[in-house]
């Protein structure tokens, strides 16, 4: 059986420029970030939805050469499929700008694939933010980006999908960013290099990230950035790794992916320090989580980091932490539970409060 293919393509605007004159051209660039449709000026709005309508007959009805011509997207993934039909079950990603004609073009793209095989799976990802006017939106798209991408190839090589980046389309700023994420998780990806008729293949390669010591360093400002918490003391981290925002410094997209590349190593061994003097450990819950497998080891790890986000956002409470109070007094001194793993041999993190300070006091069995 042929292996299933999850391809991601950024979309950019050559499939609106190709084959327009050089004001046309010009005039599509310069309105290439504007988010809203009504945000157009009201003067180019007949243009654009003329152009939209004549590409999306054009490409209904024209053959996969007339369709490679005018969109870099679209050629390349004509030539994966070497002319044929996309196969059934393949899913294909389409990542679009945060801006109106990124979000139509990427969509006429989604109707070229779908009229060649209603069988695949498509799906449009719009980062917020996304665009290239403001820096700042840009660097929060590209981290958005980064935890939603990697969570999601990984899921699909988990289902047996080869994973295919095609960043042949899309702009520059887009593409360069996706190249470093294709290293570590791409099977292949591919390019029609300038006006070659030939599809350039590049294997993975043998790359490994090699910043664990630097995030083992600096272990307890990497957790605060990762939950989304500012961050002052940064001096002995790489600037790569971090994004100012005035007074905030928060996770580079560059360091999302390196912090999630080196979590798992880190998180697996034992119970880390607690994260902040507000949560203490019982020496019984210590020796019980490091008594655990690695699996169950990054489990509580993670939960723990979940939980001190919510110390400092009460509202935070997502369904993978569930704290609450515990009804009754069943279990002395805990006063509270955190879900630890919800699989069949779930667990609980069982815990009270001392004034400002909560004790994880046990891990067990759930009370019903």
Not at 3 to 27: A, D, H, K, M, W
Not at 91 to 96: E, N, P, Q
Request: glycine letters at 4%.
């Amino acid at each position: 059986m042929t292996q299933r293919l999850f391809v991601l393509s950024p979309c950019g605007t050559s499939i609106l420029t190709n084959g327009r004159n050089q004001e046309e051209r010009g005039l599509i660039n310069k309105l290439s970030n504007i988010d809203k449709r009504e945000h157009i000026p009201e003067e180019h709005l007949p243009f654009f939805d003329n152009l939209f309508s004549e590409r999306a007959s054009f490409l209904a009805n024209a053959s996969n050469e007339a369709a490679a011509k005018i969109s870099a997207e679209i050629n390349t993934l004509i030539k994966i499929y070497e002319g044929k039909k996309p196969a059934n079950g393949d899913f294909h990603y389409l990542i679009a700008t945060d801006t109106w004609l990124g979000r139509e073009t990427a969509k006429l793209v989604e109707r070229w694939l779908l009229a060649k095989n209603p069988a695949i799976i498509t799906q449009i990802y719009t980062p917020s933010g996304l665009q290239t006017e403001k820096i700042d939106l840009f660097q929060q798209a590209l981290s958005d980006l980064v935890r939603n991408l990697t969570k999601l190839l990984d899921e699909n090589k988990e289902r047996g999908y080869k994973i295919l980046f095609n960043l042949t389309g899309g702009f520059k700023s887009v593409q360069g960013f996706l190249q470093s994420i294709a290293n570590f998780y791409a099977d292949e990806t591919v390019y029609i290099f300038e006006r070659s008729p030939n599809l350039l293949r590049i294997p993975r390669l043998p790359i490994k990230l090699s910043s664990t010591e630097i995030i083992e360093e600096n272990l307890e400002v990497f957790r605060r950035l990762a939950i989304g918490l500012s961050e002052q003391q940064v001096e002995d981290i790489p600037e790569t790794f971090l994004f100012n925002m005035g007074e905030q410094t928060t996770l580079s997209p560059w360091g999302e992916l390196l912090w999630k590349e080196s979590k798992p190593a880190i998180y697996n061994k034992r119970l880390l320090p607690s994260p902040t003097a507000k949560i203490q450990f019982t020496k019984r819950f210590e020796k019980t989580v490091n008594s655990l497998s690695p699996k169950k080891i990054i489990e509580v790890n993670s939960r723990i980091d979940q939980f001190y986000r919510h110390l400092n956002d009460p509202k935070y409470n997502p369904s993978s932490l569930d704290f609450k109070p515990l009804k009754g007094n069943p279990k002395p001194p805990s006063t509270h539970e955190i879900d630890a793993w919800g699989d069949k041999d779930a667990r609980r993190i069982f815990g009270h409060f001392e004034n400002e300070v909560f004790v994880l006091d046990d891990l067990d069995k759930g009370l019903h």
